[in-house]
């Protein structure tokens, strides 16, 4: 066993004091998600009183059912495939050991702490509220973001790119967008993401990226080109409001998907940590 | 908005490099858990290849059923009652809106990132591997850990007692300890802990305290010392092994449970992260 | 042990000949329901091949997920309460044991086989195709029917009101007719159900009364009538059509619920039965 | 539209009297079932109370989440396969559309309204309580029952096969058998039953045919002799109990199974109708 070492740097940083940015949503019954995906539902089999324990003591506990890409949560590179191939050229039948997805699973996505950035495109652009309904965010727009705010992803980072398309998350349907298009990148905003070898990258969408009005999820090019071409992870469902509104660009990035053996994906609350000024 | 201040301590701690640990466990079908509680299923309405879009992409997606107290986990302080009261003297069922636990439920629990302090107790006992099945780790066995070790947890920490039990895991039912017994601080260990005024509580077993062989979840006091009069929240079936191996008593302990409106726990996947030497 | 006794009137009308029409609707990944329940999800953990026996067999197998009210259904006693007392002046809490209704549950109905009167209103009234959206069905409609069709439901049978509305199913969302309206009984449609002392009443529609359209399901007089006051199950969702087109008014019927419980429903199949002619 | 045609001898009968035997299993959390399946777990999102209407009317509701191969229910064509083949010689994989069993699902399995025929094994060997863990029912054992009873399955019938092992249930682990292995037919009983072209066959077990102690389920030679070569459906878990001690070797008998489109199996609660005497 080797001696415990002072981690010095990264607990001093700690104890000058921290802020702590959440980017996940609540899950909720009835929150808007996909229809493609089993509906997030929560029910209480026991509740307090149902049982008592000899000493007084009762316990409530919980059964949930949902699929794993509602709500906040990140896309395993198991998720999407293009003409039978995952990822670094796996046909997607090799990937399936018993029926489930051992190769390139949720399971695998390790646990992100790492640099994080956010592209706060509507800022940048003059339209601090958010990008409109359908709105391609192109490569020009994520450069012009990156000038503005002095910030670039680099390898190996978390970019995170906001559209304020998550201000309509509480009003339930419209943030799923199907008949008015949802903004987001398009096929050459994900290459430039993948040019750039983050890790992951996430958005404050359903779908992270661009859809047309009325097209639904029928042709999804980012998806391609960041999870099978790249490798690159995808978070969607992000909450990026408050992260944004406080100006921060930069900061510490914390990702810890559970670790669901041979899924496709999993719910997250990615954070967002900085120091204190 | 304020303007992007640079978050130089952090950063410039996660640029000198960090090493992450997952303390968390993989969740698969039949995998040990309480019988108390849904069982963790998974399984994948749709693979690649069922539906393939117009331009050769296909995507699989997942369901997922369980309760919340499965695997690695954090409990809410609605998970238990004493008396029909929680945590602060609140009436269980005033806890209560529409059938979920508005008060106290999952979705409260603020994600952490705080100072984290391993215990590793059968270390300081000489008996490296773990503690016996239905050992009682005392205040003194926790008291020497701290004095041997030389980190002591303190205000708004949290603390992860190891009893070596999770050398078990893989091998299934002999984890779950029923007619064994299962090592765990009892009361008064819980009392101790409950006096440092830590945040959370976490341990390698999945009842968190010491299970007298033959008992089962009959009566839980630490539950109660912790949750009910301490509002301390408790992690169970944690991975600490390779924490332990490491050395690393002191780290910054990172844990973002999903924020599940109403329930009584979350499934979480907790981190120790520090700097590397 | 009795001797086997020989059950020749009701073997030999089978012999002679039977009919049967399946009065269940299929249930399917996103197929029309009330937004109230958890949804119907479907999925195979295991196809064929994931894992072959020695002696090359292998299995396929499920995990449904699922409300007891979606799609063909029954609704126990346990389902609605009034002024917090159900069925027969029991208080709704005292029903409960350990978080489930021992009493009054979905498991106390007891399988039915008795005669059955399908009242096709519609038909009656000249309109064979169905009633309008929204349109309730009145003690005058009913009496009407009864007069045309010479079958008066009696004490113990079962009656099946059709409105033509189950032509909608396979159309999704028309169906569930949330804004449209929902034809069925009002609360004295109801009423001159109860009067005729039948063990159950089903309809073609999901909610079995009549939605005003956009009135959703905020108010049900018809359920207070028959299951509250009266005792008698509600059936859901059933397909009137064929046994409609059959002209089939009496019959032998047949619902066999899954005995769930403690749950406040069941999906179900019920079945009409004729001799051949 | 055809006119109302007077059912006269099933109806008859049935106002001459009918006395039902319900020959399915509570469905209940715990129950005993197979660990291969889905456990079956039921709770109430809704109680009473949690939410009232206007009128003081108030609603629980249900879900439930299970594999379809847990307590009593039927297994389609669909859940068992021989070298990459399902009954017919459909390639297991052509079933498949878009990920259900389109081919053979449970949805193909039209209701059953036919003859049954109880065998009580046990009963013609002289050992009435019950057959001895892991005895196998010989070809020889069934036509014994038959001779003794005087009832022979013929085409189109429904046979039910009793050892007894039903009186377990209550009992939950020792029921499953696993160690002490489970009576009932073996592969030449199967084929005896497959030689009576009867359309479907349960028994009072878990896995319909016999279990050798601690073989558990490896090889299931009467699931491939009567699901794959013979296309007759599979019926466990059945309560065989009442009827056998009520002496009825012949009777009405009912299945109407859920229509889970694209399933293996459902859960169903078959009946036996005699003629009252």
Redesign the interface.
């Known amino acids: ?16 004091g ?1 802020e ?1 940015f ?1 980017l ?7 929150m808007p998600q996909s ?5 997030y ?11 008592v ?17 509602v709500g906040t949560h990140i896309d395993a590179l ?7 191939k ?1 990822h670094g050229g796996l046909d ?2 090799d990937a ?1 050991t ?4 051992e190769q390139l699973g949720a ?1 695998t996505i ?2 992100m ?3 994080g950035v956010l592209l706060d495109v509507p ?1 940048a652009l003059g339209t ?1 509220n958010g990008c409109e309904a359908g709105y391609e965010i192109t490569r020009a727009d994520l450069e012009a973001t990156v000038e503005k ?1 002095g ?1 670039r992803p680099e390898e190996g980072d978390v970019v995170l790119v906001r559209s304020g398309w998550g201000r309509l998350f509480a009003e339930g349907a419209p943030y799923v967008g199907g008949a008015s298009g949802v903004p987001g990148v398009g096929e050459d905003g994900a290459r430039w993401i993948a040019e750039h070898k983050v890790r992951a990258a996430g958005a404050d969408t359903i779908a992270f990226e661009r859809l047309a009005p009325g097209a639904g999820h ?4 980012a ?2 080109v960041l999870l099978v071409e790249s490798g690159i992870y995808i978070i969607e469902a992000m909450d990026l409001e408050e992260l ?9 990035f ?12 999993s ?5 967002a ?3 204190r ?1």
């Open positions: 066993m080797s001696p415990s070492r002072a981690p010095a740097p990264l607990l001093a940083a700690l104890s000058d921290v702590v959440d996940g949503r609540q899950y909720a019954v009835g229809p493609n995906h089993p509906a539902w929560h029910a209480l089999p026991r509740r307090h009183g149902d049982m324990r000899s000493d007084g003591g009762s316990a409530a506990n919980d059964i949930i059912s949902m699929g794993t890409h198991s998720h999407v495939s293009h003409d039978g995952l997607a039948e399936l018993g029926g489930r997805y399971h390790a646990p702490v790492c640099r800022a601090p705010q910030t029928a042709v999804l090019p998806h391609r944004a509104e406080a100006g921060h660009h930069e900061f510490l914390m990702l810890s998907p559970l670790a669901l053996y041979g899924a496709t994906g719910p997250a609350r990615p954070l940590v900085v120091s000024g």
